[in-house]
């Protein structure tokens, strides 16, 4: 069985670091993301809110560089929960529960002219608090092709 979700969409409010009893973090953020397909009946796009958390690392990761607006693309799993209101009614709530988090914006706010292309991922990492990986090449990574004629294959 397989229960993994894609989403990537704008935060409408700062992230909210809270600290379980056993001081495991947790980020708390709801993602704006607009639908693919229809329009409302005044032709406004139809909007998703979806609210995410991310635990350990993760959700540090996403209370540091993510605020309000920040474009986010979030890769986890979908999670069901039931839970009895303050009134005594029985509510199902849907969260995503965050495995990877991605800039989605194509420059970072905090320094305008380089790109964003940073992201954090928990796994194959082993006990590193700082686990940003860049996607960046290495400086002599590529090199021009010495036989080529100029002309495109096709």
């Known amino acids: 069985m397989l229960n993994h979700i894609v989403l990537m969409g704008r935060l409408t409010r700062d992230p909210e670091l809270r600290y379980t009893a056993s001081n495991v973090p947790v980020a708390s953020f709801t993602v704006a993301v607009d ?3 229809g329009r409302g009946e005044n032709g406004e796009k139809q909007t998703d809110f979806i609210n995410v958390s991310a635990w350990r690392q993760t959700g540090e990761f996403v209370s540091k560089y993510f605020t309000k607006g920040s474009m986010i693309a979030v890769s986890g799993r ?3 929960r039931d839970y009895t ?5 029985r509510r199902t ?3 995503v529960v965050a495995d ?6 194509s420059r970072r706010r905090d320094d305008g002219d380089q790109p964003a292309r940073s992201s954090y991922s928990p796994s194959g990492r082993s006990g590193s608090q700082d686990s940003v990986r860049r996607a960046d090449p290495a400086p002599g990574a590529f ?3 010495s036989d080529d004629d ?5």
């Open 35 to 37: 639908r693919d397909y």
């Open 100 to 105: 990877n988090v991605y800039f989605g914006d």
């Open 93 to 95: 709530a849907a969260e």
């Open 78 to 80: 979908l999670q069901i």
């Open 143 to 145: 090199e021009d092709l």
């Open 150 to 154: 100029g002309e495109l294959p096709f």
């Open 85 to 89: 209101d303050r009134d005594g009614n």
